[in-house]
């Protein structure tokens, strides 16, 4: 079977709630699209309050049923694993169901969608047997005579609330979904409303898996209904939110008067800086991956570009043959080097930057349109801006294959300006020496600095935001401290 035929076998439609499925009790639907040709694929059930409450209640039940309060860790480690091996049993046709519904190149479906997630699945399900707390001694003197020991338990968080973005569909829920399993929370999951489709064949894999019903469900539904209500119900422990920081600004701020936990991991404006001893070639290459990785669409996508004068010239030329040369197409096209954008409402705001950049005095060196077919395309897009003006384009998130480029001459002073941002999500530092990559480490405002690399993560290295890129961290300890609450023990004898 074709990969896009194969695809549409997997597309479910309605709620997963309490291990069913279910329409939305408005009975409301809302369209997919498949943004390379601009196609309705799917109406897919658009939960409101009502459901998201239903749902709530399913994961309350859940967390409080004894089969998976007291099941084992070594047994919610195996529930997890088989999901790992479900998800890759099923691999070709969820790679192709998220190239059809987010437009991502076939390979990077099958490497980043179902690899990466079947790989964070693996490593969280081995952090389930691994859950520790400490033990200490007190000085506590009273009664005399009474001795004490204390120690720390790491129990469930409860019931988490994952809102989630369309860049990374299927990756970005498993990155909160394999945490708050391997650490026995429920889950209410709401996937964006560009692309719900693989969350639901997730649940549906999960209930395959034998997770008790209740422990994972999926709201499908736009973000100011499902979205917000799930961000305020009493019933939620912890929200895990993903996307922009406008609107982690609006659930941060009901999660603070609520006292709920929250990790918010939000935008960036990541700066790349090349040094002056780099290959100009390897400089091209790891600059062009920075901004134009899924076509942009990347929350640290290295869209701010400082490169060492002597070799500016020669950078953005190499950049703007690359950008010249990309075939954009289907992710179905074998013979495509770049995606649509995930919506034509994205595709809009995208070049909306670029007309700014235009009449803020940017120059065009590459691409700075659409492409005139029925998908959501933006040409890959490079602006050079040598007097670094200050555009717009070096101050908000773009989310797109926009890169604008900026020579310095100082060291110093180009760690000043990549740190002139009210984001803090990542960044890059090219450069064979040793003092110059250690210096940049200290100095560069990110929650991940990069060397001679961008955007690479792993599920073992903590990710998230300084400044207004974010709250808290994902991955490694860091997760399972974020989906656990601490709670000392304090004997007396
Ligand atoms: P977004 O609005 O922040 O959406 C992220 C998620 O939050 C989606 O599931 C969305 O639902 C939901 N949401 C929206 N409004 C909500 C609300 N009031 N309460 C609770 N949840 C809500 O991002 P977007 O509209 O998809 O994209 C806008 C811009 O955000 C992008 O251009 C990009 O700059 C940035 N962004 C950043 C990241 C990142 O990884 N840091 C990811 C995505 C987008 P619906 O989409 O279904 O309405
Ligand atoms: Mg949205």
């Not at 597309?11 to 408005?26: H, M, N």
């Not at 409303?193 to 709201?219: D, Q």
């Amino acid at each position: 079977m074709q990969a896009a035929e194969l695809a549409k076998t997997a597309i479910r439609t309605q709620l997963f709630i309490q291990g069913r499925w279910c329409d939305a009790e408005q009975g409301a639907t809302f369209p997919v699209y498949d943004p390379a040709t601009g196609a309705e694929i799917a109406q897919v059930a658009a939960g409101t309050e009502q459901d998201i409450d239903r749902a709530v209640q399913a994961a309350r039940q859940a967390l409080q049923s004894d089969a998976w309060r007291r099941m084992t860790p070594a047994a919610r480690e195996r529930l997890i694993l088989r999901l790992a091996d479900l998800l890759e049993t099923h691999g070709d046709e969820i790679a192709a169901l998220e190239t059809l519904n987010q437009g991502k190149l076939l390979p990077w479906s099958q490497a980043i969608e179902v690899g990466g997630s079947a790989q964070w699945l693996r490593y969280m399900a081995g952090w389930a047997t691994k859950i520790e707390g400490s033990s200490f001694d007190l000085s506590l003197a009273f009664p005399p005579g009474v001795r004490y020991r204390a120690s720390t338990l790491r129990v469930p968080a409860g019931v988490v609330g994952a809102i989630v973005p369309w860049n990374f569909p299927l990756a970005m829920a498993i990155w909160k979904i394999a945490p708050a399993l391997a650490c026995g929370c429920t889950v209410v999951l709401k996937p964006a409303e560009e692309t719900p489709l693989t969350a639901l064949r997730l649940a549906e894999l999960a209930h395959e898996a034998g997770f008790p019903p209740g422990v994972l469900n999926v709201v499908t539904g736009d973000g100011p209904h499902a979205g917000a209500a799930l961000a305020r119900h009493p019933g939620v422990d912890k929200i895990t939110f993903t996307g922009s920081t406008e609107v982690g600004r609006m659930i941060g701020a009901q999660c603070g008067h609520d006292i709920r936990r929250a990790t918010l991991e939000l935008g960036g404006k990541s700066p790349v800086i090349i040094m002056d001893d780099m290959d100009v070639a390897q400089a091209v290459q790891g600059a062009a991956g920075a901004i134009f990785f899924n076509h942009g669409q990347v929350c640290t996508a290295g869209s701010r570009l400082y490169v060492a004068r002597p070799l500016y010239d020669a950078v953005l030329a190499g950049l703007a043959d690359i950008a010249d040369g990309t075939v954009l197409g289907s992710g179905f096209d074998p013979g495509a080097q770049m995606g649509p954008m995930v919506s034509a409402r994205h595709r809009a705001r995208v070049l909306g930057f670029v007309d700014d950049a235009i009449r803020e005095g940017g120059d065009i060196v590459a691409g700075g349109d659409a492409d005139d077919s029925n998908g959501f395309f933006v040409r890959p897009t490079i602006i050079a801006n040598p007097g670094g003006k200050p555009l717009t384009l070096l101050r908000e998130e773009v989310f797109g294959p926009v890169l604008t480029a900026m020579p310095f001459d100082d060291f110093d002073e180009v760690l000043r300006q990549a740190n002139d941002s009210s984001y803090g999500l990542g960044a890059s530092i090219w450069t064979n020496r040793l003092d110059s990559a250690q210096h940049a480490i200290d100095t560069l405002q990110a929650g991940t600095v990069w060397v001679n690399s961008h955007n690479m993560v792993d599920p073992n290295m903590p990710f998230g935001g300084f400044k207004q890129s974010g709250l808290g961290r994902e991955h490694g300890r860091s997760a399972i401290d974020a989906y656990t609450e601490l709670k000392s023990v304090c004997i007396a004898y």
